[in-house]
């Protein structure tokens, strides 16, 4: 199982960036798929999931309003759209997938991949 983050880089704050993550080594269609993040010197927190279906998407409150996520099963892909993003969106961020959606909120995850690095300049 492999889990392959791109899209990561520096952006200037109000700026937009596009997160994928695509998964590899078998079908995980039936699986909830999420993002993390991890900025310098703080714990991971979570940032979005959406189940198998595309039915139940969770967010945190701090990137509410402000980044989508998308998935699509065909390719074994998430996505994290970020939008007018900001300084303390700087952080390395981490696609996981779950069997269950309803634990991604509490940093739960069946496979992690490795992380792709977001930088905001203020």
């Known amino acids: 199982v492999q889990l392959q983050a791109s899209g990561g880089g520096l952006v200037q704050a109000g700026g937009s960036l596009r997160l994928s993550c695509a998964a590899s080594g078998r079908s995980f269609s039936t699986y909830a798929m999420g993002w993390f993040r991890q900025a310098p010197g703080k714990e991971r927190e979570f940032v979005a999931a959406?189940?198998?279906?595309?039915?139940?998407?969770y967010y945190a409150d701090s990137v509410k309003g402000r980044f989508a996520i998308s998935r699509d099963n065909a390719k074994n892909t998430v996505y994290l759209q970020m939008n007018s993003l900001k300084p303390e969106d700087t952080a390395v961020y981490y696609c996981?997938?779950?069997?269950?959606?309803?634990?991604?909120?509490?940093?739960?995850?069946?496979?992690w991949g490795q992380g792709t690095l977001v930088t905001v300049s203020s």
């Open positions: 959406m189940s198998w279906s595309g039915a139940t998407t």
């Open positions: 996981a997938l779950s069997r269950s959606v309803t634990t991604m909120p509490s940093i739960n995850a069946d496979y």
